[in-house]
């Protein structure tokens, strides 16, 4: 009896360990085919994962060197390097105004460039498989700006000003208004950037540095019409907001004093003769 209650024991507890077992190898098979799906989906990742790497575009206008102008590089997170990648550029100017190394992506300018002509250009890139001339990128646009440098004078909306004000005015009276604009680039630097000065008209007027307005700088008693009439007074506009080396533009402005009610009547005889 003994011997048959054993036997049953041993024979439960063989089940019992062989499930177990299985159930074990059932979870590391789950576990080994999860962890596998994990590695094949990272793989895949990273062969779906595209980009571009490239330093800053910009290049100087009115570049003067006899070799192209190196603008920057281009490199895909595709080229490991063994010489499998060629670089292709399309675009504005592509194969012109502008060419790529096929082999490392270095960027250039061939060409002598204004940027009052044209500020930047829009281009486009990708790299194909040499061997098979598959494309191994979709096309990815950037934009190639220019630099400004300052090549352009200021130049006034006139070049003859004509203005008046009246005779015995204050000093500091406003008289007349004179604008100038400079092709420059405003937002680089200060090439576009203006300051008004007067070489001719001192000491009567002056003018406002910042705006162009021209005022009367002498008082009353000096700006007489019966005394003088006409002035011309020659403005100057210089950009680099007036420091040296700025370009200067002039204008000249006619200006004429206006006559008021100042002088009393006069009899040409102080007495008259009665016969």
């Keep these: 009896m003994r011997t048959i209650s054993l036997a049953i024991v041993w024979l439960c507890l063989g089940l019992s360990l062989d499930a177990l077992c299985l159930h074990g ?36 206008e009115e570049y003067t060197g006899s070799d192209y102008q190196y603008i920057g590089k281009l490199q895909s997170d595709q080229d490991q390097g063994n010489g499998l990648v060629k670089y292709v550029l399309s675009g504005e100017g592509a194969g012109t105004i502008f060419v790529i190394d096929e082999n490392n992506g270095d960027l250039q300018a061939t060409r002598r ?58 000093i500091g009276t406003s008289v007349i208004q004179v604008t100038a604009t400079d092709a420059d680039d405003s937002m680089y630097g200060s090439s576009a950037r203006l300051v008004y000065s007067i070489s001719q008209g001192h000491p009567y007027f002056s003018v406002d540095p910042t705006t162009g307005v021209i005022r009367t700088a002498l008082g009353p008693g000096d700006m007489d019409r019966e005394l003088r009439e006409h002035y011309q007074v020659v403005i100057e506009a210089k950009d680099m907001a007036g420091q040296r080396g700025g370009l200067t533009g002039t204008t000249a402005v006619n200006i004429t004093l206006t006559d008021v009610n100042d002088n009393p009547p006069r009899f040409t005889q102080s007495k008259t003769a009665y016969t």
């Design 25 to 60: 190898r059932r979870t590391e098979t789950a576990y080994g085919e999860g962890t596998e799906a994990s590695i094949r989906g990272e793989k895949l990742l990273k062969r779906a994962r595209r980009g571009w790497m490239w330093n800053q575009f910009f290049l100087q």
């Design 113 to 170: 460039l204004d940027r009052e002509e044209k500020g930047f250009y829009i281009l486009r890139a990708t790299v194909v498989n040499k061997r098979t001339g598959l494309k191994l990128e979709p096309e990815t646009e950037f934009t190639v700006k220019l630099h400004d440098i300052n090549d352009n004078e200021p130049h006034f909306s006139k070049e003859l000003y004509t203005g008046s004000v009246p005779e015995r005015s204050d």
